[in-house]
């Protein structure tokens, strides 16, 4: 049915809620990038085939739904069940009859498959009652792992374009700049740009045609947020961007999604067509009188594009090389024409925030930085996944108490946060409130909310020589102080944890770093020596370690740590699978011996041991143990 | 130019014929196009330019800019490693290292027999089991070198 009034819309609003109450039950299957790696599709089936079989469907009115991504990655394929609030994790296809024979017909819970808590070892059945999701407030991903992507009536009886159909039957294009401005959104794809503030930018500007663009290259390693959003409600950010293109009088917009997300484009695609079809796209929409169409656009597999001057560029078929800012993009964007781009997160804001009021979304955050975040927490942490919380939370707050505390308990280090062009936060920052000025006061920055956790088996220099490195191959080249800055400081941290390092690096490094931050044409450029400053800032003495004693004391940089087996190892022979060189000899329940010219220092041995009779010491001791 | 093309450019005209003619359509044409051959094989970049209406040298710059497209024919089984940062401090590169004891090519390069092709992306979003292989199309998360051969086989069920 197409819409054609705002009583058609309410009456589909209705029908699509009362179909939802039809089906209390569900068996909700979480069908995100990460429970699809791990098997959710073949779950997903199984439980649609034993639910058929039995006559659960028609008898007990029982619905199996895929949903977007529940942020739990890590313990995916991840199953909930309503209206009980019960969730499983790790879950087989190969279990799930026995699964529809005890949970759902015996209405008795398999502990074996409830989540354990990692601090206290306790089995949690409510999914509300565990921490990870407890100590959520979620906005932009409000209905992901709620609602089916690929049904759009589903996110209907969820409140889908509830915002937009107010926007465009009881507020004017001003009011709703007004709401936005009063929510005081900032831009979530990193910079934290005021949302209503570009609107009225690109607004001012003369001309009949703009564009409204969404930003979903998220190319920060370490975050992926914006694909959970696109996966799991895609349906958020086209209202989004069609609120936001009434309120500019825009009719033409893109999502330029990377490469990287098939399944995003998918769905996508999908709720497009399905918006479409349904009259909430396109020519009218639902009778306004109001037009807007929305294309997506495919990057190219270049991190430089997540810039905005460079993803417009890309955008209109040429290499995505940035230009510099005197020239706003509101004003001169897309085919130089007036253009307001937003990240997804931001876009899957505006439907709430026009729903539920500017305020609404003001009164949580901190004074400068409104509503919640939404963070991707991930790396040597216990619970790992996608997590939305007020701003100014703390990093302790959500290290430990969201994400359970660090791996295998071992010594917290650093979290990185913002990307490449973010910061390493040390420890004794972790009651830092989460905001997009704290974090740039620590020598970090908000980015796409990327949180990686690194524990004592982090090195600092390497990971800063990773990022040295990451950059250098992202960098498009246009401007030489980031494209021959990058080069030249790369080469220094190779020479660093080769055990190549001289004295007076650290101050070439910090030259190198001023010259880019001052120099470069764009953000790529301008952010890039700031995983080394924060680095250098918070861990310089592991620097010097590198430099005068030749030492990794991370013992992760190869060319300087060697590894041998303490006597309590009790020869279990773990190591001995894992080491691809085959380096490890001596007999079973016996104390093994690593031959230090065959090792390659790849720490695989370590990871594994169960006793934890591996150490690492520097490289240059190991002269003097052979003479000994 | 009389040469005669050396593959077949059927595909590439049906592609050409679903876009606009014109320079805003070049990445997602050349992205099907690689789709079509597994990469972009010189004679078609040469249709797509004249079609687009673009000189051949900004077709090749774009073709040379992104990740995405190769001018080398790939393997028939790509095998994608996450390098993402957290990939990377789970140990990603120990991954890299057993494909290349494995398959004897590192990065980037591709087995002679065509089989398979070794990439190394710049995080496919899936952090949250780092580290990530991707076989085809076949996810690996927590992937450990000792598996590899599992991997490569693209069979069974993940353990854990």
Not at chain 1, 39 to 52: C, P, Q, R, S
Not at chain 1, 316 to 341: I, N, W
Not at chain 1, 368 to 394: D, H, R, W, Y
Request: glycine share 10%; net charge negative.
């Amino acid at each position: 049915m197409r819409i054609e009034s705002f009583d058609q819309f309410k009456t589909l609003q209705a029908e699509a809620g009362k179909r939802d109450e039809a089906q209390p039950k569900k068996i909700l299957v979480c069908c995100g990038t990460g429970c699809l790696a791990t098997g959710a599709k073949e779950v997903a089936e199984a439980f649609v085939h034993e639910i058929t079989e039995r006559g659960l469907d028609v008898e007990v009115g029982y619905g199996v739904k895929s949903t977007g991504c529940h942020g739990f990655c890590e313990r995916g394929p991840l199953v909930a069940f309503l209206p009980e609030g019960l969730l499983y994790t790790k879950v087989k296809a190969k279990r799930v009859p026995e699964i529809v024979e005890k949970t759902i017909i015996g209405e008795t819970i398999i502990p074996g498959l409830l989540y354990k808590n990692p601090v206290d070892k306790k089995r949690i059945p409510a999914y509300e009652e565990i921490p990870f999701y407890k100590n959520q407030v979620r906005v932009a991903m409000r209905n992901i792992g709620r609602i089916d992507p690929t049904d759009l009536m589903d996110a209907i009886a969820h409140d889908a374009y509830a915002g937009l159909a107010k926007a465009l039957f009881e507020m004017t294009p001003d009011e709703v700049l007004d709401e936005v401005e009063l929510s005081g959104q900032r831009g979530r794809g990193g910079a934290g740009f005021n949302t209503a503030r570009k609107w009225r930018s690109c607004k001012a500007a003369p001309g009949d045609r703009r564009f409204v663009l969404c930003n979903g290259d998220e190319g920060d390693p370490g975050a992926f947020k914006d694909r959970s959003i696109m996966e799991g409600d895609p349906h958020s950010v086209l209202e989004g961007m069609i609120i936001g293109a009434y309120a500019l009088g825009s009719h033409e917009g893109w999502i330029y999604v990377r490469d990287e997300y098939p399944l995003a484009v998918v769905h996508l695609q999908l709720a497009i067509t399905e918006a479409r079809k349904h009259g909430l796209l396109g020519e009218n929409i639902m009778g306004s009188g109001f037009d807007f169409e929305i294309q997506i656009s495919r990057g190219g597999g270049a991190f430089v594009c997540g810039e905005s001057s460079a993803l417009m560029r890309s955008l209109a078929g040429q290499t995505g090389e940035p230009r510099a800012k005197y020239v706003h993009s509101t004003e001169k964007g897309l085919f130089d024409l007036p253009t307001v781009l937003n990240n997804v997160e931001t876009w899957a804001g505006i439907g709430a925030i026009i729903a539920n009021g500017g305020a609404w979304f003001a009164s949580m955050g901190t004074e400068k930085s409104k509503g919640t975040k939404a963070f991707s927490l991930v790396g040597k942490v216990k619970n790992t996944g996608l997590i939305e919380l007020p701003m100014g939370t703390t990093l302790r707050h959500i290290i430990y108490d969201i994400g359970g505390g660090v791996l295998k308990d071992r010594p917290f280090k650093a979290v990185q946060t913002g990307g490449p062009s973010g910061g390493c936060i040390p420890e004794e920052l972790l009651d830092l409130p989460v905001d997009y000025e704290k974090l740039t006061e620590a020598g970090s920055m908000m980015g796409s909310g990327g949180m990686i956790v690194m524990d004592d088996r982090t090195c600092m220099v390497d990971v800063a020589r990773y990022f040295l490195a990451f950059l250098t191959e992202e960098s498009c080249g246009k401007c030489v102080p980031c494209r021959e800055g990058l080069k030249q400081m790369l080469a220094i941290y190779d020479a660093l944890i080769e055990g190549r390092g001289n004295v007076g690096d650290i101050e070439r490094i910090e030259t190198l770093a001023a010259g880019m931050q001052l120099g470069s044409l764009c953000e790529l450029g301008k952010s890039a020596p700031n995983p080394v400053l924060s680095t250098l800032k918070y861990f310089r003495s592991e620097y010097e370690a590198h430099i005068v004693d030749h030492a990794c004391p991370a013992g992760i940089c190869r060319d300087l740590t060697a590894f041998e087996i303490m006597p309590d190892c009790d020869g279990c022979h773990a190591c001995t699978k894992v080491c691809p060189t085959d380096c490890i000899a001596g007999e079973k329940k016996e104390l093994h011996v690593i031959d230090h010219e065959a090792c390659i220092s790849c720490g695989a041995c370590l990871d594994v041991c169960p006793t934890d009779s591996i150490r690492t010491f520097p490289k240059v001791e190991l002269a003097a143990k052979e003479v000994v | 130019m009389a040469e005669q093309p050396c593959v077949d450019l059927s595909k590439t005209e049906e592609i050409l014929a679903s876009y606009p003619h014109e320079e805003p359509s070049l990445i997602q044409v050349l992205q099907d196009v690689h789709r079509a051959y597994n990469y972009l094989p010189c004679d078609v970049l040469v249709r797509v330019a004249m079609v687009l209406d673009v000189p051949l040298a900004k077709v090749f710059s774009v073709s040379t800019f992104y990740k995405a497209f190769s001018l080398e024919p790939q393997g028939e089984t790509i095998i994608k490693v996450c390098m993402g940062t957290a990939c990377h401090i789970r140990g990603a590169g120990q991954l890299v290292e057993e494909l290349e004891r494995k398959l004897g090519i590192g990065a980037e390069e591709t087995t002679e027999d065509l089989q398979f092709t070794v990439k190394t992306v710049n995080c496919v979003g899936a952090c949250a089991m780092a580290p990530v292989m991707i076989v085809g199309e076949k996810y690996w998360g927590s992937a450990k070198p000792a598996r590899m051969e599992k991997y490569l086989a693209g069979g069974g069920e993940d353990e854990d």
